[in-house]
């Protein structure tokens, strides 16, 4: 079983920037492939970006050069680096740990982009 807390969410206005966090129970976090994933009201839940147990990331085409996913996997953590923050990326965002198809996620934190 694996606990993920988020932190980091806010209101923040067009351009600017935000850092989240995540913080793993995992007994071996390095062995989980980290996540963090969106939700706007009224749409489905979707990919941001992705960072495999040997570092490699993937992103969703509407935030690359924008974010940037990473891990530390001694500390337990995963972080999103969000910059030039638009309006539609406001949306919940949820840290989503995997490892052999099994699927932990944590409670989300909501992320406001607006003026």
């Known amino acids: 079983q694996v606990q993920l807390v988020e932190s980091g969410g806010g209101l923040v206005q067009p351009g600017g920037s935000l850092r989240l966090s995540c913080a793993a129970s995992a007994t071996i976090f390095s062995i989980y492939i980290m996540g963090w994933y969106r939700q706007a009201p009224g749409k489905q839940r979707e990919l941001v970006a992705i960072?495999?147990?040997?570092?490699?990331?993937n992103y969703a085409d509407s935030v690359k050069g924008r974010f940037t996913i990473s891990r530390d996997n001694a500390k337990k953590m995963v972080y999103l680096q969000m910059n030039s923050l638009k309006p539609e990326d406001t949306a919940v965002y949820y840290c989503?740990?995997?490892?052999?198809?099994?699927?932990?996620w944590g409670q989300g934190t909501q992320v406001t982009v607006s003026s």
């Open positions: 989503n740990a995997n490892h052999s198809r099994v699927n932990y």
């Open positions: 960072i495999t147990t040997g570092g490699r990331t």
